[in-house]
């Protein structure tokens, strides 16, 4: 099973949620959902793959601090693609605000969820 993770940003203060959006025009964290995948109804069945190892190494790539990426427990999806199935992790970026800075360095935008492109 592979994954992909979104990763989001609610403001503290306003509720504000933006969504960050990498370099290949997706919210999905560093690849895309290939064009031919289908949503499966409801949640995961066999979720193979533990998001807190998942996060753990979106961290390190992106340079964030342990322990910033919370998982979104009660968001457990997959889409289905021919010879597989791609688990779907959504992580709150948990930061006051939202890294800014970071986000540029890696190429990579906060969006608004009218914004929201997969």
């Known amino acids: 099973m592979d994954y992909r993770v979104i990763l989001y940003h609610k403001q503290a203060t306003s509720a504000r949620t933006r969504f960050l959006k990498f370099s290949h025009d997706s919210v999905c964290a560093f690849k895309t959902i290939p064009k031919l995948a ?9 979720t193979v793959i533990h998001p807190a190892a998942v996060l753990k190494r979106v961290e390190e790539k992106l340079g964030l601090e ?7 427990a009660d968001y457990q ?3 289905e693609v021919p010879g597989e199935s791609i688990q779907i992790i959504l992580a709150n970026i948990t930061t006051m605000d939202p890294p800014f800075e970071l986000a540029e360095e890696v190429g990579a935008q906060f969006i608004c969820r009218s914004q929201y492109l997969i």
């Open 77 to 79: 999806h997959s889409v």
């Open 66 to 72: 342990a322990g910033i990426l919370k998982v979104e």
């Open 38 to 46: 289908q949503i499966t109804d409801g949640l995961a069945v066999d």
